[in-house]
């Protein structure tokens, strides 16, 4: 099968900003995140200077969510070493994801319109879900294929998906793909009421496991053939195998609870891998049915790993596991799962507290979300397609 490389990786994290900081972070084991005011753990992405990453006039009024995308796409295109080649803007995608979009700016409007009558019509065009995309196709100077999903936890799995198909497509030599999402101020008291959060550590895959931590961040990964990269001299972190995704049986809010449909539709695509990059966040009911699946499936001899522990839960985090996952192959190490002290199912290899040296060759993000979607993401070190 025809894969897609990886040539370039940005990330903004609780971790920083950088994909340096992000990795090393990871692999330290360490927890970036920080007690709000209620004590529960929460991860905001510190040190980003817009002026950085915004070289336009039309940018100075770009919103968190939007930035976060943005600065991830310069990184990787900074990464990839194509900030100074010639792109041909028409032959440049960017596919893009979020779950929420600028909550920041769009609470305050909904409040002045529910209280007055009427918002701040400068903010508006900063509130549509596609914003993110239109700040950074406009400011990299992006005219290829454009795509927005959302897709809830699974939105950035998605987003690469879509900059997969694009480049097998032929629609574009090279595209960004990645996922964006803000932590804003309005969620805390929401998802507290929800009881969904953990009380003072997330502790996904843990037997303790009482809720998720709440984080923000972007990750964008530079896409090209793979006769395109190899002809540049371009590193390439690992390749990307397109996959549409499937979706199961589920309550509408809720995860699937048919465990063996799950296991039918995930088998074929977690055979061969060694490694798997989860999305279990702290949440028992995603957790578990995670657990179960992967028991099932690949049992005991390949290395588990869940960064939500680390980088917290959010629309966009799966676009940052992709991107650990890409790293893992190229660097050889996997990184602990934070928060994991006592596994809660048994025939699982889950990493805990320190980084494993390993080459894995194939490595899976399993992409689970509500409502009975599943964005699987499956990654081969180069040359193993």
């Keep these: 099968m025809t894969g897609?490389?990886?040539?370039?990786?940005?990330?903004v994290s609780a971790f920083g900003v950088g994909t340096e900081p992000f990795w090393a972070g990871l692999l330290s084991g360490r927890c970036p995140l920080v007690p709000d005011a209620h004590g529960m753990p929460t991860g905001a992405v510190g040190g980003l200077d817009p002026r950085a990453f915004v070289h336009t006039p039309g940018g100075r009024r770009i919103d968190h969510a939007s930035l976060l995308a943005l600065a991830a796409a310069r990184l990787a295109l900074d990464d990839a070493g194509l900030h100074d080649a010639a792109i041909l803007p028409a032959r440049m995608g960017l596919t893009l994801?979020?779950?929420?979009?600028?909550?920041?700016e769009t609470t305050p409007f909904m409040d002045r319109v529910f209280e007055r009558g009427a918002g701040n019509p400068l903010v508006f065009p900063n509130m549509v879900m596609n914003a993110p995309l239109a700040y950074a196709s406009i400011e990299l100077g992006v005219t290829g294929p454009t795509v927005m999903t959302t897709e809830l936890e699974v939105s950035g799995e998605a987003a690469i998906a879509w900059g997969v198909r694009t480049v097998l497509d032929g629609a574009a030599d090279v595209c960004l793909a990645g996922a964006t999402d803000e932590l804003a101020a309005i969620l805390p008291p929401v998802l507290r009421e929800a009881r969904v959060l953990a009380r003072d550590t997330a502790r996904p895959l843990d037997r303790a496991a009482d809720g998720y931590a709440l984080g923000?961040?972007?990750?964008?990964?530079?896409?090209?053939p793979r006769a395109r990269a190899r002809e540049r001299g371009a590193r390439v972190y690992a390749e990307l195998l397109p996959?549409?995704?499937f979706g199961v049986p589920s309550p509408v809010h809720g995860y699937p609870r048919d465990v063996a449909a799950l296991v039918r539709r995930l088998a074929p695509v977690l055979d061969g891998a060694d490694l798997v990059v989860a999305g279990a966040s702290g949440l028992p009911v995603l957790d578990?049915?995670?657990?179960?699946?992967?028991a099932r499936t690949i049992g005991t001899g390949v290395p588990v790993t869940a960064p939500r522990g680390?980088?917290?839960?959010?629309?966009a985090a799966g676009a940052l596991a992709v991107a650990a996952a890409a790293?893992?192959?190229?660097?050889?190490r996997v990184p602990p799962t934070v928060g994991c002290r006592l596994p809660a199912r048994e025939g699982l290899d889950v990493v805990v507290e320190a980084p494993r040296?390993?080459?894995?060759?194939?490595?899976?993000?399993t992409g689970l979300g509500r409502g009975g979607i599943c964005r699987p993401v499956r990654l081969v070190r180069e040359g193993r397609a």
């Design 310 to 315: 680390a980088i917290g839960h959010f629309g």
């Design 327 to 332: 790293l893992a192959l190229h660097d050889g």
């Design 216 to 224: 923000e961040g972007a990750a964008v990964l530079v896409l090209e």
């Design 288 to 294: 578990d049915l995670e657990a179960r699946v992967l």
């Design 243 to 245: 996959h549409p995704g």
């Design 357 to 365: 040296a390993c080459r894995p060759r194939v490595a899976v993000v």
């Design 97 to 104: 994801g979020s779950s929420l979009g600028n909550v920041g």
């Design 4 to 11: 897609v490389a990886i040539t370039g990786i940005g990330v």
